[in-house]
């Protein structure tokens, strides 16, 4: 089956601590987004990709970093620089052209402890 | 910066009822679309329906129609004929269609069905 896979699906950290998350696709999809998710706040961008080997910060890229080494891999690591890390994490993919739909992972829980 | 704005934090409808979600937005920009995804407590995103600007049709998926209003910049979410399936959060979202393909979502509106 085609889609994004998110792992893990729930996720521990101690402050001070740095932590991966992982996002693959086989949508053969040139960009791919990392969003991040609170009550009440939407989704807001963090990172975004367009192609391979080449990403750009979104509106909270803070206290994050990425990397696009292939084309079906985006991983997110969040850095004991952000200062309030806890927060569910979508990563998405799409396809270029006019109007194509965003496809979602089902999403990482991020718990600082 | 576009700014998306969804002004009802929550929303309850009877079942089989007729529920509508409001969204505006800011932009100045002429050429974008605009979609409508629900997330429900899987919190799986799935999209509902999608809008070109250009078009001045109301897009319709079904059960789910929408009310563009450009000049306004309103986009509102019609949902007949409400199912208990239909209970989730849902999100409005613009994309501007000029450079990098970025979504910018509104807040939320959490819609409960009563059975």
């Known amino acids: 089956d085609g889609g994004i896979t998110q792992s893990p699906k729930y996720l521990f950290r101690k402050e001070g601590q740095n932590v991966t998350l992982s996002c693959e696709q086989n949508?053969?999809?040139?960009?791919m987004y990392w969003y991040r998710q609170d009550p009440g706040q939407g989704l807001r961008l963090i990172y975004y990709s367009q192609i391979v080997n080449d990403f750009q910060k979104g509106d909270i890229a803070e206290g994050y970093s990425v990397s696009r080494e292939k084309k079906e891999s985006f991983p997110l690591t969040v850095t004991s620089a952000q200062k309030n890390p806890t927060a569910f994490y979508l990563c998405?993919?799409?396809?270029?052209?006019?109007?194509?739909?965003?496809?979602f992972g089902q999403g990482t829980r991020l718990t600082v402890v | 910066a576009q700014t998306v704005t969804q002004s009802q934090p929550e929303m309850s409808v009877q079942e089989a009822e007729t529920v509508t979600l409001s969204c505006t937005y800011d932009?100045?920009?002429?050429?974008?679309?605009l979609f409508w995804y629900k997330q429900p407590p899987s919190r799986q995103m799935i999209l509902v329906i999608r809008?070109?600007?250009?078009?001045?049709q109301n897009a319709t998926e079904n059960r789910f129609s929408v009310n563009f209003q450009k000049a306004a910049k309103s986009f509102s979410l019609k949902i007949s004929d409400s199912q208990l399936g239909d209970a989730a959060m849902y999100f409005c979202a613009y994309r501007s269609e000029l450079g990098a393909q970025k979504l910018v979502f509104g807040q939320g509106t959490r819609l409960t069905i009563n059975p």
């Open positions: 809008q070109e600007a250009y078009k001045q």
């Open positions: 932009t100045s920009e002429s050429d974008y679309y």
């Open positions: 949508l053969n999809h040139d960009a």
């Open positions: 998405a993919s799409s396809q270029q052209g006019r109007g194509t739909e965003a496809f």
